[in-house]
């Protein structure tokens, strides 16, 4: 289990806590600068090459190269300390984090955060590159009567809006736990206690690289790639009274005069009564009798007053409100360009003087992902069973250490760099995203065979010492064959998905239908290799997967013998996807097809939206 990144964070912000409140900077008018140039391309190349680089030793040349950049820069004018933090409970406004938001000095969390933001944005700028079918889904919901701009600005939002729902599968939303009272009648919340609950169970760099989350976790998300193109997305929250926790309930973009309403649990955009258009909250607070059918159970009979009420929850991680961000933010342009910030203030009073939402909040749930790392890595640091289990099931990065194929093939992912490259003429080709996943899948029949058949182990160098005992040996081949089948299926999948976004549809199909679902698929003679037409290159230098052998940890139970998944840990989003693939090659009864297989599974309430869609079509 490798959780150095979650020690970084925490360390990050045990020194934050620690700090003095530095939130009143003095705000001068801009004088010339004098750029240290070399300082900050040093920090952004550092930025740049996290995807390989040890995280730990980076972080500490790029805060002193970020530091020693801003010192010799000017306070930004129209920054201030946001007003709304202080809407922030007690237990989180009052810690080092919020306390430095006026800072004029780098920190170690703000090196992840740059690291996440430089994926979403280059994520962002790849969806509006490419115009492919799939992404086209939504577009004849686009009302008629917006201008040109805001037409545009709607579009690449739904791209956005499309590829969340697409590329991060639903978790289901967990309940808050219950904390009792201690003895001294302090209560600390389930964050605070490392207890898993909605919404900041993961940080974003978990829920994109494994690309899995609740709808809480896909909408902070969507958030921050809307952002890339100057749209703010805000959830909007029950009412509830003084104190008490505002549940979202549905996530609105706000373009040009209205916020059009998306659902991010179904995966649709919410219609109008007669489904032509995508709804707006001032055409729900219209028609009344319409918007208790959207309502939750309890409040649907006072829809009105409901609707009025509404809490506009505003995703502003902390870093995204800093003095430090908004400064760094002006000086990158061009393909460096990432938005790093947030007003919260500016946009709460967009929503109440132009929408009539009279209250708006920072949605607490990054906060709460914050102290929920710190407590979960107590918790791991006094070996609790159940914290060393969630790391494990919600995010393993070992795996991914492990297989260092399949985690650069997916950060290239991010970046689009799907195909092989040159990054000049003449120079050696870079692999790209597909050949490395590509390389980290090993032939079905080694794996097979790798606990019994010694040539094979042989061939994987893997070789038992003389001092350990058959039984440990054996032991130590599963887990690493655990390993090498979990990473197959996770490769698969990506391989489909990069097919899909480049709109080579037969292909995304194969690898989406046959080698992630396994649908047709004899699973006793499945051929170990794609056939040469769907190489993910025309010159494949695939190489043999590279995993040194795993040492098996005798005080656990023994690792069963699995020779692959009875279901891919995919599955859903693979159905899902697989059914969008055939929608874009003018098949919509296959896919209507999938969609229904999948509701004999689970609830999917919208997957059978989703079918009524295609039906109307």
């Known amino acids: 289990m490798n959780v150095k990144h979650i020690f970084l964070v925490i360390a990050g912000l045990v020194m934050l806590s620690g700090c003095r409140d530095r939130s009143q900077v003095s705000v001068s008018e801009i004088r010339p600068r004098e750029t240290e140039s070399d300082n900050l391309q040093t920090a952004l190349t550092i930025i740049d090459g996290l995807d390989d680089a040890d995280l730990s030793q980076a972080t500490s040349t790029c805060i002193y190269n970020l530091n020693q950049w801003i010192e010799k820069h000017d306070d930004d004018p129209q920054w201030v300390t946001p007003s709304l933090l202080n809407t922030l409970p007690i237990h989180l406004a009052g810690t080092g984090l919020a306390n430095n938001v006026g800072a004029k000095r780098f920190f170690p969390p703000d090196v992840n955060y740059l690291h996440e933001m430089n994926w979403v944005s280059e994520i962002a700028r790849w969806i509006q590159a490419h115009e492919v079918q799939h992404r086209k889904i939504w577009d ?98 029950l009412p509830a009274e003084f104190g008490e926790r505002k549940e979202p309930w549905l996530t609105a973009c706000l373009v040009g005069d209205e916020l059009y309403l998306l659902d991010l649990e179904d995966g649709l955009p919410i ?57 760094l933010e002006k000086y990158l342009t061009g393909t460096r360009q990432m938005k790093l910030t947030i007003s919260p203030n500016t946009l709460s009073r967009n929503l109440r003087t132009e929408h009539a939402i009279e209250k708006s909040e920072i949605w ?22 159940a914290a060393i289990q969630f790391i494990r099931e919600k995010h393993d990065y070992q795996m991914l250490e492990d297989m260092f194929q399949l985690k650069e093939g997916r950060y290239k992912s991010f970046r689009g ?63 690493t064959k655990l390993t ?36 047709g698929v004899d699973t006793d003679t499945e051929t170990q290799q794609p056939p040469v037409a769907l190489a993910p290159n025309p010159a494949d230098t695939t190489q043999r997967p590279a995993l040194p052998l795993l040492p098996g940890v005798i005080t656990e139970n023994a690792t069963p013998e699995i020779n692959r998944l009875e279901q891919s840990a995919y599955d859903a989003s693979a159905r899902y996807n697989l059914a969008r693939c055939y929608l874009a090659v003018g098949k919509p009864e296959r896919a209507a097809e999938l969609l229904t297989e999948s509701l004999k599974v689970s609830s999917g309430r919208g997957n059978a939206k989703l079918i009524k869609v295609i039906e109307q079509q």
């Open 140 to 237: 004849p919901y686009i009302p008629s009567g917006l201008e040109e701009s805001e037409q545009k600005k709607f579009q690449q939002v739904l791209r956005m809006f499309d590829w969340t729902v697409r590329n991060i599968q639903l978790n289901p939303l967990l309940d808050y736990p219950q904390v009792p009272e201690n003895e001294a009648g302090e209560t600390k919340t389930a964050a605070e206690l490392g207890l898993p609950g909605p919404g900041y169970s993961l940080s974003m760099r978990d829920i994109l690289v494994f690309g899995r989350g609740d709808w809480w976790q896909r909408a902070r998300l969507l958030a921050l790639l809307a952002r890339q193109v100057d749209v703010q997305i805000v959830l909007l929250g």
């Open 271 to 327: 219609f109008t009564r007669d489904g032509s258009t995508i709804v707006t909250l001032n055409q729900l607070r219209e028609d009344t009798e319409y918007a208790a059918t959207l309502l939750p159970a309890g409040v649907q009979a006072n829809a009105e007053s409901t609707l009025q009420g509404l809490v506009g929850l505003i995703e502003a991680d902390v870093m995204s409100v800093s003095h430090r961000m908004a400064i």
């Open 364 to 385: 607490m749930t990054t906060y709460e992902y914050y102290a929920f790392a710190v407590a979960l890595n107590q918790r791991l640091s006094a070996g609790d069973s």
């Open 417 to 479: 760099q799907f195909d092989d490259y040159e990054l000049e003429v003449g120079q050696e080709t870079q692999r790209g995203s597909k050949t490395l996943l590509m390389a980290s899948r090993l032939a079905q029949d080694k794996i097979e065979t790798m606990t019994t058949d010694r040539q094979v182990q042989e061939e994987l160098g893997y070789i038992r010492p003389d001092e350990m005992s058959i039984s440990d040996w054996q032991e130590n081949l599963r887990r």
């Open 484 to 519: 090498f089948v979990r990473s197959k299926d996770m490769a698969s999948y990506l391989i489909g998905m990069i097919h899909m976004e480049q709109g080579n549809y037969p292909d995304a199909i194969d690898w989406l239908e046959k080698r992630t679902l396994q649908i």
